[in-house]
């Protein structure tokens, strides 16, 4: 299998980047990722001024996907994400929902151990997630930092991106140019403190091509739901964003009149928060698989 | 069993009420509810205009609990949810997350077979729950119309307040003053269009007290987390409300620092959203309750 290592690394989604190595449709292989600091928070006495700003969010990538062209949609099955045996968070005045309650910095380093992270004796269950994922955005839509959350993907922070979801990307460059990084082994739906268990990782991909059809958003598809993953400048805005798409799925993989359809999503549809803190908010819409299944809805898109 | 009729409702929830009928600790009783509209809309031809509405969202009781005092926490456990045949949703243009986008209003009456909703065919598995339950308010917060969520409950259209949950609100009156309606058959997170499946029900309640400790906002129990229920003028306000209640739960129930139990809380509790639709926005903090038992988080309120 090929391993792409953790040391080529990029700090924005741009549409034109030079990719740093290649994989082909259905073809499995391993991306080394980073932690959100680059690994440079090894020690809970760590002086958080001496950290270097620069090196924040690195992901690992672009990566050219053989065959993808702008128009299609960019299908990324995650198989496996293997973390390493301790993360760190931490929080600051100012930082996160409740940055005006934070008096002062704290940095926790956790072990984890036989699939916990330990914290102050309480066992946490892991489910690693991977923090940032995309591709190039679209050229109109100008740069993206890797720590905002956009169309192209991005630093969604949203829990459901783990083993055994897929993701689907709208493609705006040949080869689609697939980046990630900052892993969490834990997560809460919001990351209310503005950061979650913060490791490194290895990340099994596979991906493929859903020739000549797009989407505003990403998706990403668990066991039970497929969830537009919509961001904004707040939380309503973001709402607005995925329960517009959320319902034009709906209408569209259906053949329903809009307003059956706005009513559906509103009996079958959950909103649910990803995150609430980075520099914009990101929020999912899920529509059950029972209700309408991806293949349907990949295939209802006009 | 005692039966309490729906034919004495309230509209609004302020701190004197009159009650309608007694009961104990530890009894199991019945309350009838009527759905959101006083079930005036029976035919999907009904002409919205001549909807009477002063009549909507009645609440049945308020039902006095012998031996509840201000101060104390009203514990109300919901053994069960048993709805009609067939419920009302429907869609007005200008109401709802997306209510730009509605061209016209529309009324659907699904039935209701073998515990599905039928909706063009659509199979949509129901999950009875209460949209409207609370005590009487704090006097200083004033008057409450049943519409609206608040620190007494209300309309908080919360689906995991339904059978096998646990609610527990804060007294501010002799009996607490319980009343409740407006149960939906089906509703997703965020009940975007700002209808549920609403449904006349017949719901199975038993009560208790905890005396001498008061929280803030409502909490709801389910099988998995302890889930504090904010609401908030946006939904940024209710977020803020939610997670601020979260962490303080979490820093006094496990007797952690603060700035611990807000990273405990950004690896841990879920922000969920109840709904985005009603005056005012409602959201919850859900608390792993393998984190932190209900128990000593109740035990644990200072």
Known sequence: MK???????????????????RVSPKEKFLVET???????????????????????????GPIFVEGC???????????DIEVE????TMTFPGEGVLGDQATKSKVRVLPIE???AIFNGI??????????????????DGEWPTATPWKHGGNMDTTDIKAGS??????HQDGALLALGDCH???GDGEICFTGLEIPAKVTLEVDIIKNKTIKWPLVETKDATMVIASGDDVDQAIYEASSQGVKHLKDGLNFEWEDAYMLASLVMDLKISQVVDPKMTVRAAIPKDILSTEDLIMGIK
Chains 1, 2 share one sequence.
Not at 69 to 79: E, P, R, S
């Open 34 to 60: 980073n932690d959100c600091f680059f690994q440079q928070v090894q020690d809970e006495n760590m002086v958080l001024s001496e950290l270097d700003y620069d090196c924040l969010n690195p992901a690992t």
């Open 166 to 171: 897929t993701l689907y990307f709208p493609v």
């Open 85 to 88: 045996d301790k993360g760190v």
């Open 123 to 140: 066992k946490i269950p892991i489910v690693p997630m991977i923090g940032v994922i995309g591709v190039a955005p679209n050229k109109e």
């Open 3 to 21: 391993i792409i290592k953790g040391d080529k690394v990029i700090y924005k989604f741009v549409n034109e980047m030079k990719h740093i190595d």
């Open 114 to 116: 036989d699939g916990q």
């Open 185 to 187: 082994a834990a997560m």
């Open 69 to 79: 062209q702008a128009g299609d949609i960019l299908k990324v099955k995650i198989h």
